[in-house]
């Protein structure tokens, strides 16, 4: 059983698109995290919703937007896609807000053309 | 602000040898936490070791230390008899312990160890 499990794994699309990724965690954990990384393998975290309510929105642009629709699911809607927003997306969650393991899904690698 | 500064690019070391990799840190909480996570080749983060900043002694798992020194702000990992599999991008991690959006992971920029048969 997949803990934390990503939709697509590789996404490829045009500039100007929007897109979504999905992610879902069956851990009945109740914090989840997105980060990105980026070409040169640098981390950092974009958003993190704990029981639904969005906790930390770090500075991404508006064109990023999350959506929890329940505990077990994060997804990320990216409008207007820039060639910039190419990187390697994770889902990562977290039994509570300050729990100090993180369990990572396997990652959605977006190319932008 | 969190900084974290990994300070090795790369790292080779020879099968069943021990390995130490470099983690310094900046921080203005009182109360904070240091991490590290493995990348391999196939790309998914797997955490490996976590030290509370008032936790008294050294961080074990397996393998696996974490060589704490709280003065000197820095949070080296040790592998010790390393194995081929312990190839891939080696990151550290931290974070406040205070709450809230306090708690987001700050990481550095990573160390790429090979072992070497």
């Known amino acids: 059983d997949t803990a934390v499990s990503q939709t697509p794994k590789y996404l490829v699309t045009q500039m100007g698109n929007d897109k979504s990724i999905k992610c879902e965690q069956n851990?009945?954990?109740?914090?989840m995290y997105w980060y990105k990384q980026d070409s040169k393998k640098f981390l950092k975290i974009m958003f993190s919703?704990?029981?639904?309510?969005?906790?930390i929105n770090e500075t991404v642009p508006n064109r990023f937007s999350p959506k929890s629709p329940d505990k077990a699911h994060l997804n990320l809607h990216i409008n207007s896609l820039e060639l910039g927003d190419s990187a390697v997306y994770f889902c990562?969650?977290?039994?509570?807000?300050?729990?100090?393991?993180?369990?990572f899904g396997p990652g959605t690698r977006l190319t932008v053309t | 602000a969190q900084k974290i500064t990994q300070t090795q690019p790369g790292m080779f070391v020879q099968e069943k040898e021990a390995v130490t990799l470099d983690c310094t840190y900046d921080?203005?909480?009182?109360?904070?936490?240091l991490f590290w996570y493995k990348q391999p080749s196939s790309g998914e983060m797997i955490f490996l070791i976590y030290?509370?900043?008032?936790?008294?002694q050294n961080a074990t798992e397996g393998r696996y230390s974490l060589n704490f020194q709280k003065a000197r702000k820095s949070a080296n990992l040790v592998i010790s008899a390393s194995q081929l599999g312990d190839s891939a991008m080696y990151f550290c991690?931290?974070?406040?312990?205070?709450?809230?959006?306090?708690?987001?992971?700050?990481f550095g920029k990573g160390t790429l160890l090979t072992v070497n048969p």
């Open positions: 990562a969650s977290s039994k509570v807000q300050g729990s100090y393991e993180q369990y």
């Open positions: 851990l009945g954990h109740d914090t």
């Open positions: 919703y704990n029981n639904k309510e969005l906790i």
């Open positions: 921080t203005s909480d009182p109360s904070y936490g």
């Open positions: 030290q509370g900043s008032y936790d008294q």
């Open positions: 991690a931290m974070r406040g312990n205070s709450g809230g959006s306090n708690y987001k992971l700050t």
